[in-house]
């Protein structure tokens, strides 16, 4: 019943190259979300979009961006991956008002 | 400055017993709260939440209480069960907006549940 998947669900790259996460869900929802996880850390919002051309800064943009051209795709793009971008990336979607957030399986970037 | 606070890193407790979670939070813009469970390899999934204007949520096992001038929250599970073992994470949106500038988390709770 995944209303939400994310691609791929590993990935190993080398420092400095670019690398770019997909984010796609069926559930039509207007709000979407990039979170990566850290030991130590919680989970930390990278960017958000609550339509579609419509994205914005997060508490840990820095390094990263984002495009939603399509209501159901949202892509994360590390422009030059570095060491300290190796994380676990979580998508989450939302329909708006006071339900929670639903998370994706997640994408764990090994940047070498 | 961490606007979520889960101070406990780990907690463990006894098959049957209660589980209390707890959370504190500094923003007073916070309007609504969540706890997320997450088991490893998996995305986080919506346990339980509670607006400000609550000071008590149930559902089942789980009960969320908000004491909102202390800023503070806490998640109790009775009875625990071996299947509660996972981490919690507490969450918080802010009102304005409508919320949709995300959820602010805390660094999470590693519940463990021993036979």
């Known amino acids: 019943d995944a209303g939400i998947t994310q691609s791929p669900r590993h990935k190993v790259t080398e420092t400095g190259t670019p690398v770019t996460l997909r984010c796609h869900q069926t559930e039509n929802h207007r709000y979407m979300y990039w979170y990566r996880q850290d030991p130590g850390h919680g989970l930390r919002l990278i960017h958000y979009s609550y339509g579609v051309k419509d994205t914005d800064k997060g508490e840990v943009s820095d390094g990263y961006s984002v495009s939603r051209s399509k209501t159901e795709d949202f892509l994360l793009t590390l422009e030059s991956a570095t060491s300290s971008q190796t994380s676990v990336y979580f998508c989450?979607?939302?329909?708006?008002?006071?339900?929670?957030?639903?998370f994706g399986s997640g994408t764990r970037l090994t940047v070498v | 400055d961490q606007q979520v606070k889960q101070n406990s890193p780990s907690l463990s407790v006894q098959e049957g017993r209660i589980s209390i979670l707890n959370c504190d939070y500094t923003?007073?813009?916070?309007?609504?709260f969540l706890w997320y469970k997450k088991y490893p390899a998996e995305g986080p999934t919506f346990l339980i939440s509670?607006?400000?204007?609550?000071d008590k949520n149930e559902d089942g096992r789980f009960t969320v209480f908000l004491n909102k001038s202390a800023k503070h929250l806490s998640l109790h599970i009775v009875p625990s069960q071996p299947g509660d073992s996972a981490v919690y994470f507490c969450a918080a949106r802010r009102g304005s907006g409508g919320g949709a500038d995300g959820l602010t988390f805390g660094k999470g709770t590693h519940l463990i549940i021993q036979p």
């Open positions: 923003n007073s813009m916070f309007d609504y």
């Open positions: 509670i607006s400000s204007i609550k």
């Open positions: 989450a979607i939302a329909g708006g008002g006071n339900y929670g957030y639903t």
